[in-house]
């Protein structure tokens, strides 16, 4: 079983940039999907990026395209999601996701988590 372990959440001014990291170990093997999803109380949990482990592939939902930028290590099997021109609407709980089917837009199948970091956009 994965664990995965974010970090970098915090409070940031709109327009200003973040960067989250999510540390994997413990990986199975093989070829997966890493996600980044989001979540507001009371909403669905979002999927916002899903990172192809083979290399190649990186999707983004239309909410995030253009200002956010997902990547990996695999060397340090690290995540990461530079978040840039940020907007309130951005403020959520954010999370690391990891498994083997395309579930982007279906995030909440996804079988493992970690336990989120907190990022709130506000002046």
């Known amino acids: 079983q994965v664990q995965l372990v974010e970090s970098g959440g915090g409070t940031v001014q709109p327009g200003g940039s973040l960067r989250l990291a999510c540390e994997a170990s413990?990986?199975?093997?093989?070829?997966?999907?890493m996600y980044w999803a989001r979540q507001v109380p009371g909403k669905e949990r979002e999927g916002i990026a899903a990172?192809?482990?083979?290399?190649?592939?990186?999707h983004y939902a239309d909410s995030v395209k253009g200002r956010f930028t997902a990547s990996q290590d695999n060397a340090t099997n690290t995540l990461y999601l530079q978040m840039s021109s940020l907007k309130p609407e951005d403020t959520a709980m954010y999370y690391c996701?990891?498994?083997?089917?395309?579930?982007?837009?279906?995030?909440?199948?996804?079988?493992?988590w970690g336990q989120g970091t907190q990022v709130t956009v506000s002046s």
């Open positions: 996701a990891q498994d083997r089917r395309f579930l982007l837009w279906s995030i909440s199948e996804a079988e493992s």
């Open positions: 990172v192809f482990s083979a290399g190649g592939r990186i």
């Open positions: 413990g990986n199975s093997g093989g070829i997966y999907w």
